[in-house]
């Protein structure tokens, strides 16, 4: 099978052949229809996350992945060569930018059907996220005010997104060019973040959503109401700043869950989009890592093994 890999950190990723895998007791193997490029796969490339994700090379990255069943190993129940699914890799093994790939069954969700397989990869890790701030560390709830910070993002997006599906007012942060899209997800209001500080329009907000980190942080704590809360993706939060103004600030990693991934799934069904930047191949690896890396994607980057 065709793989994108490299040799060591930094290096260039490049096309490369390998065996394809067999699916062991307790997986399936899974003809790769999308892999998404994440801001992970990237500082995993950079060499940021050795203390958490040590890569064995030659290492095939990526972690979100949507496919068809090929073959199913010993010991799988509930699953029939041909269905169409999404999942999440282990970091540490990587294995999504291939033809074919290894999943243990235990992660598997049904792929939703409102939107075209290869892209339905975009969902895994920015719905896990968002769904983990939203209803695992946070109850958001009809009525509340949510403020999310770099809300044209695709984390900050899906935020957006569930918390008015789950009847939230949702305030939210992005530049003047994307508050189209910002209202689009059904945003009540949209500030500009290059011209306009946020910290004087609001108030009494009951969550901050922060995908943006610096000075967002502790000028969020002016606009939460006593008893809010911070939830943070990109640092932990100054959680004894946080108490002394009176609120709880909390940090979210994202943790694979196929349960919660099958929420993610289930609200894509119910009209939650993800914002595509663009599918690109394998021979243009190189250039999506970097513009992934760069801060240049408006939306996700998903690799599409075939044409």
Wanted: charged share 25%; no cysteine.
């Amino acid at each position: 099978m065709k793989t994108l890999e490299y040799n060591d950190y930094g290096q260039a990723p490049a096309i490369a052949e390998r065996p394809a895998p067999q699916a062991a007791m307790g997986e399936v193997l899974v003809r790769v229809a999308g892999a998404a490029l994440n801001p992970l796969d990237t500082k995993i490339h950079a060499g940021y996350m050795t203390d958490f994700f040590l890569a064995a090379f030659p290492y095939v990255p990526g972690t979100d992945i949507s496919g068809t069943i090929e073959a199913i190993g010993d010991g799988v129940s509930g699953w029939k060569i041909g269905d169409e699914i999404i999942a999440r890799l282990d970091p540490s093994k990587g294995g999504a930018f291939a033809e074919f790939a290894a999943v243990p069954a235990d992660q598997l969700v049904r792929a939703p059907t409102s939107m075209p397989l290869a892209e339905s990869a975009g969902l895994v890790t920015i719905g896990g996220t968002a769904w983990q701030i939203l209803f695992d560390e946070f109850a958001v709830a009809s009525g509340q005010r949510v403020l999310v910070h770099g809300a044209a993002g695709p984390v900050g997006a899906f935020a957006t997104q569930l918390a008015v599906q789950a009847g939230a007012e949702v305030f939210a942060t992005a530049s003047a060019q994307d508050a189209d899209y910002v209202r689009g997800l059904g945003a009540a209001q949209v500030i500009d973040y290059r011209n306009e500080r946020f910290e004087d329009q609001l108030s009494d907000i009951d969550l901050v959503v922060d995908t943006v980190g610096g000075d967002v942080e502790e000028r969020s704590l002016k606009v939460l109401k006593q008893g809010g809360t911070l939830i943070a993706t990109p640092v932990p939060p100054d959680a004894d700043r946080a108490r002394a103004a009176g609120v709880e600030a909390k940090f979210v990693f994202h943790r694979s869950d196929a349960a919660k991934l099958g929420h993610v799934a289930e609200r894509a069904d119910h009209g939650v989009k993800v914002r595509l930047d663009r599918m690109v191949r394998f021979e243009e690896g190189a250039d999506a890592f970097a513009r992934q890396a760069g801060g240049d994607a408006k939306g996700k980057i998903i690799f599409k093994p075939r044409n």
